[in-house]
């Protein structure tokens, strides 16, 4: 089994709150639409960053947990959350298979961008527990602008490749850790779960980035934080403001998606 370091994204929050897109209103109506939460029932946020699906969904529901193992990610949660009058959100620092919680009490579980690094059959069947009857599990994610053909994204990846190998960083990532979802989707994982009406929907959005702001979401990954580069990160910075040119924008088509499956009632 490929296992991922715990605290890969620790020290990160800042740079997650402010250099991730958020996920686009369109991906979240439909969402909300596909889903159909009552408007009086309980979101559970699963590996939740700094937040992005519990603010973009919690005026939809009565509570949100809000679930995180990173205790900086759930103190800048429930700053965020302090900030905002009427939030419901119960924040707690706790790694996803090790969550207690009541069986039936969330109508939607949701986890961003996470789900290749948790143990998927366990917190499948976790989420299938701790939903009601008809509630809905949901796998939200997005590309990285160093996955794309554009010849910006090219010498960024290889720039971040080079970087990685620098500062002996290369082991942060597991050898392989996409593999297990090639050879077992996600789809069939939740299906072997229980669930059912398993479906999914895709939201390209088109996105300009400049040169700080990739910096930036660089120091929020978990293989090339701040942590990581420590006094080397000025002389990274000049090196992607060199390779990527005078540029005023850098201009990426960002695959958001989204597959959501349901417990039967």
Not at 167 to 187: K, L, N, S, T, V
Request: glycine share 8%.
């Amino acid at each position: 089994m490929i296992e991922f370091h715990p605290d890969l994204y620790r020290g990160t929050a800042r740079e997650y709150d402010r250099f991730r897109v958020a996920y686009p209103k369109a991906m979240i109506d439909d969402l909300i639409e596909a889903t159909g939460p009552s408007g009086h029932g309980r979101l559970l946020d699963l590996a939740c960053g700094t937040g992005q699906i519990t603010f973009a969904l919690a005026e939809r529901f009565a509570e949100v947990w809000a679930v995180d193992q990173e205790p900086d990610m759930i103190e800048l949660v429930r700053a965020k959350a302090q900030a905002v009058p009427g939030t419901h959100v119960h924040a707690l620092a706790a790694r996803a298979e090790d969550l207690t919680a009541p069986a039936g009490a969330f109508e939607l579980v949701a986890i961003g961008n996470a789900f290749h690094r948790l143990r998927r059959d366990a917190v499948a069947g976790s989420a299938f527990r701790w939903l009601q009857p008809g509630g809905s599990v949901a796998l939200l994610w997005s590309t990285g602008p160093w996955t794309g053909d554009a010849d910006w994204q090219v010498a960024m990846a290889a720039l971040l490749e080079r970087w990685r190998i620098k500062m002996g960083a290369q082991a942060r990532i597991p050898a392989g850790w996409d593999r297990p979802r090639r050879q077992r989707p996600d789809a069939d994982v939740l299906t072997s779960a229980g669930f059912r009406d398993v479906h999914s929907a895709r939201f390209p959005t088109v996105h300009d980035w400049t040169t700080d702001e990739l910096i930036g979401l660089v120091y929020s990954t978990s293989f090339l934080p701040r942590t990581v580069l420590g006094d080397q990160a000025a002389a990274f910075e000049r090196d992607v403001r060199h390779e990527l040119g005078d540029r005023d924008v850098l201009r990426e088509t960002i695959d958001f998606a989204y597959e959501a499956a349901r417990r039967p009632a």
